[in-house]
């Protein structure tokens, strides 16, 4: 059982006192070409040059401050960035003279402005504020808001207080989310007086200390090295950027291990270096980068077991287990047992579970399973296995028809995602046509290659790709014959027959005579049938039955047929009550789905309300519409959906 304990920041007031060390601030200078706009008659470049004067004379000398300036350089160029004074103690005279050369010309490339003056400030390692002035909004083609989440969440404090000086309402909301979207302000200012205003108002708020926050930690006093510590503090004037971390008890007091912000949190879950001995849990003040409360902890040697078989054929799945778990993301891997540490092979993150499965290598030899620490990579137990050669062998027919199902048999599946596969003879070792994985099976089918000739069945290895057996197979050219009647009517249903069904996904087909070997319009899969219903085209003309293979999409096998114009008549009464239901007759029927239907005498040829199914039959019962008038009982084919037959019927 760990022991919890608990630490008052009032108990540490002598380690941890220190002056609260303020963020730095660079400000970031539009000088956009923009900025030779006029507010009330002056240029806004000469208002924020006297507005930053004004702000540089009375800035604390002793306060750190840095001007970084974008578009004083050169025209149209998005790189134009410079810092124009580093961060540092402020020399006003230097400073001042600086600030007066600069010289608006280009574009406004803020969002990389502002990534800029935040690396000048070192924001990932001590806290950082810029103060941003600019006239219009990202020119260049980035996004200032993504960057101001990005920055606030990889800052130790990263706060950007915003100025719009003489920005329009539809343009603030895209440099307000600058600040928003780190914890700062923004200032809107149409004039001088606005500028000077928001000026000192963001020079107040990059200023203004913060209180400390007052802190307990809870902690245990001991964990194992690489593990999960659970972490909870509580206290005021707590800051959501604050966070707490996990260093060495002699580490620098802004270093950081693994740490997590608090957020709105009141614990959290840190990941223990790999390496044991003693360590401090920290909690860290945003506002200041440092340390306000700690706990000390000692990480201990984690003592585990890993253990799988003694031996393995190349590439089989291998079971391994260990005694427990560190860290879920700690990983168990197979490697050459001289391999070095880093080494990583076949591996399986361990999640919560105390065993999973391993790929053995293709290669046989001398490996070891490894337990691998997530937090830095130390080998915390191995165990020694063989991997050996497993004969394997793969079998099927001498010979198969082209485009043909081939069964084929293996001895033992090595893993569930090797595969069998059908090549040219003499292709090479990894080569693959068509395949199947053999998952847990000894046996499947294949389609024969459709060009025939000398060919291999083969078993390769999902770990190397290469083939471990092999088989002949000589793959015969594909014959069969296709038949039918001489003659159809266009548009009607026929039964087609075949010889005999070479794969069960190939398709036979009714085409215009002469089209090309791989033409299909209505088709039917062949399946294990030696025939099939198929409805022939709408156009009287010379037509060819054909079986198409499946492996290469080309006809082997033709039949000729001609399809005739068809006549159908059809009777219905002169005259039939609204609403009523009358009985209509047709001399044939071409298909049973050709539609018998009553439409308005003038409707078009394909108009079909009102309709009912051919069928089988030559008779049946249609409703007249509820409306009197001239209509027309029809009888229109399905193969095109245009009437081929009509007579006129009154609705009274």
């Given at each position: 059982m760990s022991l919890n304990k608990t630490l008052f920041v009032l108990g540490l007031a002598v380690l941890l006192a220190c002056p609260a060390a303020r963020a730095d601030t660079v400000i970031v200078?539009?000088?956009?070409?923009?900025?030779?706009?006029?507010?009330?008659?002056?240029?806004?470049?000469t208002i924020a040059r006297r507005v930053l004067a004004d702000l540089v004379r009375d800035w604390d000398a002793s306060e750190p401050l840095g001007l970084v300036a974008y578009g004083h350089r050169r025209e149209g160029d998005c790189t134009d960035i410079e810092t124009v004074v580093p961060v540092g103690p402020v020399d006003r005279e230097a400073l001042l003279a600086r600030i007066e050369s600069i010289s608006p010309k280009g574009h406004t490339p803020l969002t990389e402005a502002v990534r800029h003056a935040a690396e000048a400030l070192r924001y990932r390692d001590v806290p950082a504020t810029v103060i941003l002035v600019s006239d219009g909004i990202e020119s260049c083609n980035a996004d200032p808001c993504e960057l101001a989440t990005e920055l606030a969440g990889a800052g130790i404090n990263f706060t950007a207080h915003v100025i719009g000086f003489g920005v329009g309402d539809a343009d603030q909301a895209q440099l307000a989310c600058i600040a928003e979207n780190t914890g700062g302000r923004?200032?809107?200012?149409?004039?001088?007086?606005?500028?000077?205003?928001?000026?000192?108002?963001?020079?107040?708020?990059?200023?203004?200390?913060?209180?400390?926050?007052?802190?307990?930690?809870?902690?245990?006093?001991?964990?194992?090295?690489?593990?999960?510590?659970?972490v909870s503090w509580q206290g005021e004037s707590i800051h959501p950027r604050d966070l707490v971390t996990l260093v060495p008890v002699d580490a620098a007091p802004d270093a950081r291990g693994d740490y997590r912000r608090v957020g709105n949190e009141t614990a959290a879950r840190l990941q223990a270096p790999g390496q044991p001995g003693a360590y401090e849990l920290r909690y860290v003040a945003s506002a200041t980068g440092m340390a306000v409360a700690s706990a000390p902890i000692e990480l201990t040697e984690a003592s585990l077991i890993i253990s799988g078989p003694e031996s393995a054929a190349a590439g089989a799945n291998v079971a391994v287990e260990w005694t427990d778990t560190i860290h879920p993301r700690d990983l168990v891997t197979i490697v050459p047992i001289d391999a070095a540490?880093?080494?990583?092979?076949?591996?399986?993150?361990?999640?919560?579970?105390?065993?999973?499965?391993?790929?053995?290598?293709?290669?046989?030899?001398?490996?070891?399973?490894?337990?691998?620490?997530?937090?830095?990579?130390?080998?915390?137990?191995?165990?020694?296995?063989?991997?050996?050669?497993?004969?394997?062998?793969?079998?099927?027919?001498?010979?198969?028809?082209?485009?043909?199902?081939?069964?084929?048999?293996?001895?033992?599946?090595?893993?569930?995602?090797?595969?069998?596969?059908?090549?040219?003879?003499?292709?090479?070792?990894?080569?693959?046509?068509?395949?199947?994985?053999?998952?847990?099976?000894?046996?499947?089918?294949?389609?024969?290659?459709?060009?025939?000739?000398?060919?291999?069945?083969?078993?390769?290895?999902?770990?190397?790709?290469?083939?471990?057996?092999?088989?002949?197979?000589?793959?015969?050219?594909?014959?069969?014959?296709?038949?039918?009647?001489?003659?159809?009517?266009?548009?009607s249903r026929i039964e087609v027959s075949w010889a005999r069904s070479i794969h069960h996904r190939d398709m036979v087909t009714i085409v215009p005579a002469g089209e090309p070997a791989d033409a299909t319009a209505d088709y039917r899969r062949v399946s294990t049938a030696e025939s099939a219903p198929l409805d022939t085209a709408a156009e009287p003309g010379n037509y060819e039955i054909r079986y198409l293979l499946e492996a290469t999409g080309q006809a082997i096998a033709s039949s000729p047929i001609v399809l005739t114009p068809p006549e159908v008549t059809i009777t219905a009464p002169a005259v039939v009550a609204a609403g009523e239901r009358f009985e209509a007759r047709w001399s044939q029927t071409v298909?049973?789905?050709?539609?018998?239907?009553?439409?308005?005498?003038?409707?078009?040829?394909?108009?079909?309300?009102?309709?009912?199914?051919?069928?089988?039959?030559?008779?049946?019962?249609?409703?007249?519409?509820?409306?009197?008038?001239?209509?027309?009982?029809?009888?229109l084919l399905v193969a095109n959906g245009l009437a081929i037959a009509r007579t006129p019927i009154r609705v009274e």
């Open positions: 200078y539009d000088a956009s070409n923009s900025m030779w706009g006029q507010i009330e008659g002056e240029a806004k470049v923004f200032f809107a200012a149409s004039d001088a007086a606005g500028l000077q205003a928001a000026l000192d108002q963001a020079k107040g708020a990059a200023l203004e200390t913060p209180p400390e926050p007052r802190v307990t930690l809870t902690a245990p006093m001991s964990a194992v090295a690489g593990s999960n510590v659970e540490d880093s080494t990583v092979g076949d591996y399986r993150r361990v999640g919560n579970s105390l065993a999973v499965s391993l790929q053995a290598p293709a290669e046989p030899g001398d490996y070891e399973l490894r337990y691998v620490l997530e937090s830095d990579g130390r080998v915390m137990a191995r165990a020694a296995i063989r991997i050996v050669e497993q004969a394997m062998r793969v079998s099927g027919p001498e010979s198969a028809v082209a485009g043909s199902s081939v069964s084929i048999e293996w001895s033992d599946a090595v893993h569930p995602r090797d595969l069998v596969t059908i090549v040219p003879s003499g292709a090479p070792v990894d080569a693959y046509g068509e395949y199947r994985r053999v998952s847990n099976a000894a046996s499947g089918t294949l389609q024969a290659p459709a060009e025939p000739g000398d060919y291999e069945i083969r078993y390769l290895l999902e770990e190397s790709g290469e083939a471990v057996a092999s088989a002949p197979l000589r793959v015969i050219a594909a014959e069969t014959s296709v038949s039918g009647p001489a003659t159809a009517l266009a548009g298909h049973p789905r050709d539609l018998v239907v009553i439409v308005p005498a003038d409707a078009p040829s394909d108009a079909d309300e009102g309709y009912r199914r051919a069928g089988r039959g030559n008779a049946g019962t249609l409703q007249a519409p509820d409306r009197p008038g001239d209509y027309e009982v029809r009888y």
